[in-house]
Every structure is written in C-alpha cells, then in structure tokens.
Nanobody, 126 residues
Framework: EVQLVESGGGLVQAGGSLRLSCTLS????????IAWFRQAPGKEREGVSCITNSDGRTYYADSVKGRFTASSDNAKNTVYLQMNSLKPDDTAVYYC???????????????????WGQGTQDTVSS
C-alpha cells in the first residue's frame, strides 16, 4: 500500500523560509506524480505545486511562483517543497498527494490523486 509521510512544517515569521518533505513508500517512486496542496482556514484546498514523473517538470500556482521550489530526490523517495519569502497568506495545512499517469494539464484537480499525506501545519506570522 502506498503511503505518503510529510514533515517540515512549523511556525515562521513573514519573509522566512520552510522546507517540507514528502516521502513515498509502498511502490516505485518514479511512477508517481507528486503534488502539494494547501488548505487555509475557511478556504478550499488549492494546488500549490506538482512534479510530473514523466519528465520531472515542475508546475506552480501563480500565488507561489518565484517563491516556492519543488524538487525530488529519487534515491530517498522524497519530494521537497522549499518555501521562501513566506507571507501570512501562506498559512495553511499543506498536503502532498500522488497519482500515476495523469496529464500535467490537470495537476490542480485534487480528485485525480489517489494517495494523500496526513498534512502538516505551516503558520506564517506577520
């Protein structure tokens, strides 16, 4: 059974940085697209970033472009989300999600993902 385990959340001041990790177990890491989503209080969950397994390309929501960077370490079965220049609006529970074989065109559609991590709380204070 595929499992995703996240780590790295926490409390940081505005302008600071955090790095999240998402480790996949139970299947071949290279077969999966890995995305990051977040959900702020009172808001819908939104896609933040995605790495596609077919070509290793990364995609980002407009709200985080230039500030967040997704990367993967295949040897560790882990995807990272480096978050810089954090703003209070980035406060949310962050989730990683995984699926196979889907087009990059729909990476923000949460219903396409088969597996989800438990979520990690990131709080950015002003």
């Amino acid at each position: 059974e595929v499992q995703l385990v996240e780590s790295g959340g926490g409390l940081v001041q505005a302008g600071g940085s955090l790095r999240l990790s998402c480790t996949l177990s139970g299947d071949a890491f290279d077969d999966y697209n890995i995305a990051w989503f977040r959900q702020a209080p009172g808001k819908e969950r939104e896609g933040v970033s995605c790495i596609t397994n077919s070509d290793g390309r990364t995609y980002y929501a407009d709200s985080v472009k230039g500030r967040f960077t997704a990367s993967s370490d295949n040897a560790k079965n882990t995807v990272y989300l480096q978050m810089n220049s954090l703003k209070p609006d980035d406060t949310a529970v962050y989730y990683c999600a995984a699926d196979q074989g889907q087009s990059y065109l729909t990476w923000t559609y949460e219903e396409r993902y088969d597996y989800w991590g438990q979520g990690t709380q990131d709080t950015v204070s002003s």
